[in-house]
């Protein structure tokens, strides 16, 4: 297997920025060392019957203590940029006041990865809310956007200058959908009403700590992470065709459409949820739909689907189609479709960055290898997707493979390895997959062109 990049592609441009991409709670373990709080997801893993196998964060790839050869691992991959994230629990106590060690963790990480010259992309919210502000409501609570932008205040005035991209929220649509409305995450709610209120808090408290940005470190790009889906069917009535349209609708117009356009998609609430209006306040669009530097698009797969008979649709596993190890169809055309479809639609769309794109195989280690020839041709056909769509007039500059190496994926904790890197968790030994070294010859053949 080979990482085939035609001439012609946007990849050689050394502009384009490629990059791996990580999050804390899913790498960093040291889950109570040097003050940091408990999160939602320390509490949700110790639940039994909520993560496979009962796996927690607690350990993880235990980064907290190992970062500095973490560090030296991506310098050896060759790569652009480093997406991580910022654990809130770990840099802000209860009363709002900073936890100095936690920050000096993020400053001296980040120190370590610009003095090799690697690009720093830091997400402020991928997931792991304090324990304590769900305990007074979480998202449902109008309060936590505040929090938020409080949080987003403190982090940008202490890091401020040695960021280059920072990211408000990950995927909102995870947070509110699988947080509040499918209990697939943390903390576990099962409510559409909430996850409608989730979600306008999510992207208020985004907007609000897009202003402390912007105030704390001008020199730096802003935006926000969102998931993406492509829905597509494969029946023939109509209703079938509107149930592929209402999954785009719900997964994608719902976030982009307040972010972009300044209002929610009527339809969302009028067809697919009866009643779960938002609880928009004078003056909150005005404040969600403030301009991007850029926008983060995360990519997986599409999803098949068909009319209920009831207005609304139902998923329908196509057959003899390919999947990685989260049972996700591989489907590289999605990706080009959605981003020449959101440069088509939205007039104010920013420059993209592929955020994160990836995918879970059965990786062993054998004879000191680990042959992801699956994963290798996965993102062979997505950055081809990229490309396409680049060539066809859409603006997009960077991509970040999901993920650095193996770790904590959420409800399926270590049985699903996204890694370019493999973890072996008894020993926390990293050995680097041959998608890693074809990503690192690859970038040492565009860096030494002149
Ligand atoms: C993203 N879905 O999560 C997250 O940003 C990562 O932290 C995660 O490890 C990665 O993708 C792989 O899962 C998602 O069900 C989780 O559609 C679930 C979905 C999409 C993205």
Redo the contacts with the bound molecule.
């Keep these: 297997e080979t990482f085939d990049v035609p001439p012609d592609s946007v990849l050689w441009r050394r502009d384009f920025l490629l990059g791996v991409a990580t999050?804390a709670y899913?790498i960093e373990g040291a889950v109570d060392e040097d003050g940091r709080l408990p999160s939602i997801w320390d509490t949700f893993s110790a639940t039994p019957g909520k993560v496979l196998r009962g796996d927690t964060g607690a350990v993880a790839c235990d980064h907290y203590h190992r970062w500095r050869d973490d560090v030296d691992l991506i310098a050896a991959l060759n790569v652009d940029a480093y997406r991580l994230s910022i654990a809130w629990p770990r840099v802000m106590d209860r009363d709002g006041r900073a936890n100095e060690k936690g920050i000096a963790f993020y400053r001296e990480l980040l120190q370590a990865l610009r003095a090799r010259g690697i690009r720093t992309s830091v997400t402020l919210y991928?997931w792991d809310l304090p324990q304590h502000l769900e305990d007074a409501g979480g998202w449902c609570n109008r309060a936590t956007a505040y929090r938020f932008a409080e949080y987003a205040d403190l982090v940008s005035r202490e890091l401020a200058g040695l960021v280059d991209f920072w990211s408000t929220l990950?995927?909102p649509w995870?947070s509110a959908m699988?947080g509040y409305g499918t209990g697939h995450h943390a903390p576990g709610h099962t409510s559409v009403t909430e996850a409608s209120a989730a979600m306008h808090h999510l992207l208020l408290g985004h907007g609000l700590a897009l202003q402390a940005l912007r105030r704390n470190d001008p020199a730096s790009q802003k935006g926000i992470v969102l998931?993406v889906?492509r829905g597509t069917t494969d029946g023939d009535r109509p209703e079938d065709r509107r149930a592929a349209e209402l999954f785009e609708l719900q997964h994608n117009d719902w976030v982009l459409d307040p972010l972009l356009k300044g209002s929610y998609p009527a339809a969302l609430f009028e067809q697919l949820w009866q009643g779960a209006e938002p609880p928009v306040e004078e003056g909150d669009l005005a404040i969600i739909a403030a301009p991007l530097d850029f926008l983060g698009i995360?990519y997986?797969f599409r999803t098949n689907v068909r009319g209920d008979g009831n207005g609304g649709y139902v998923e329908v596993d196509l057959e003899g189609v390919e999947r990685t190890q989260?049972g996700w169809e591989v489907y590289p055309e999605g990706l080009a479709h959605l981003l020449v479809g959101f440069h088509e639609r939205y007039a104010s769309l920013p420059p993209i960055y592929i955020t994160?794109n990836g995918m879970a195989c059965d990786d062993e280690v054998m004879d000191g290898h680990v042959v992801d020839g699956q994963r290798i041709a996965f993102l062979n056909r997505h950055l081809a997707a990229v490309d396409r769509a680049v060539k066809a007039g859409v603006d997009v500059r960077g991509y970040y493979i999901?993920?650095l190496m193996d770790n904590f994926?959420?409800a399926f904790g270590y049985e699903r390895r996204?890694g370019i890197v493999h973890v072996d968790y008894a020993t926390q030994r990293r050995t680097v997959k041959r998608s890693a070294e074809l990503v690192r010859d690859f970038l040492a053949r565009r860096n030494g062109r002149s």
């Design positions: 999050a899913q991928h990950n995927e995870c699988h998931n889906g995360n997986y989260m994160e999901w993920s994926e959420w996204f």
